[in-house]
């Protein structure tokens, strides 16, 4: 039998002190409090006592961090998924409010037309289809036991609103999908159904200063 549960766990926050939309950027890991995020996870996947067989988990480095200690907790070498990974952003590398914020450079309006789509990165249904393709192949690559795949608020979140038969815009403000959180899937009739969310950063959130997309 193929995979029981899918785990799609956010990673946790990011060592930011310039404020920026780091997106697919490098050099972009784990503040402290995110390892402590990322153990949280792996805590409440681990109380869980549900075999896990498998971890995947997006090519950047606050991912493939926030993996480590679900790795270590299952003693399972993390395979890299780049269809789990962020979308592509105009705004890479800018602080977005303040000054100096890219909202007011006219040079960027243009990127800000058809929030619909978003005209500034990668379209949502692009997100959704890579996002489900990586999950069912993931579920196929094991013979029992669950999944784990490390990736970030807006692929999660596509995920999440197209399993639940939700239009894809959004105001990114009302996500549900909080740093180290974690949403689970199973597969019925061929379908993905989502059979959980759990929060274990939580506790830790208050003191979080970049908690991603605002």
């Known amino acids: ?52 067989s498998a971890l995947y988990s997006s090519p950047l480095q606050r991912a493939r961090e926030s993996g480590e200690p ?26 977005m409010r303040g000054p100096g914020g890219a909202l007011r450079d006219p040079r960027m309006w243009r990127f800000l037309w058809n929030p619909w789509r978003p005209a500034w990165g990668e379209p949502f249904k692009q997100v959704s289809a890579r996002m489900l393709a990586a999950m069912t ?19 999660i979140w596509m995920a999440h609103l197209t399993i639940v038969g939700k239009k894809l815009p959004h105001d990114p403000r009302k996500r549900r999908c909080a740093l180290s959180s974690i949403t689970s899937f199973e597969l019925r009739d061929g379908r993905f159904v989502e ?6 950063g939580a506790p830790l959130a208050s003191a979080a200063i970049d908690v991603g997309a605002v």
């Open 1 to 52: 039998m193929p995979a029981s549960q899918i785990h799609l766990v956010r990673h946790g926050e990011v060592f930011n002190p310039d404020e920026v939309l780091y997106g697919r950027l490098e050099n972009f890991g784990l503040s402290e409090l995110g390892h402590r995020m990322a153990r949280a996870a792996a805590d409440d996947l681990i109380a869980r006592k549900r075999p896990v």
């Open 195 to 200: 059979v959980g969310y759990t929060d274990p």
């Open 137 to 155: 192949d993931a579920h196929a690559s094991v013979d029992s036991g669950d999944v784990v795949m490390v990736s970030h608020q807006l692929p």
């Open 70 to 95: 679900i790795s270590q907790g299952f003693e399972l070498a993390p395979r890299i998924e780049p269809r789990i990974i962020e979308p592509t952003n105009a705004f890479e590398g800018r602080r």
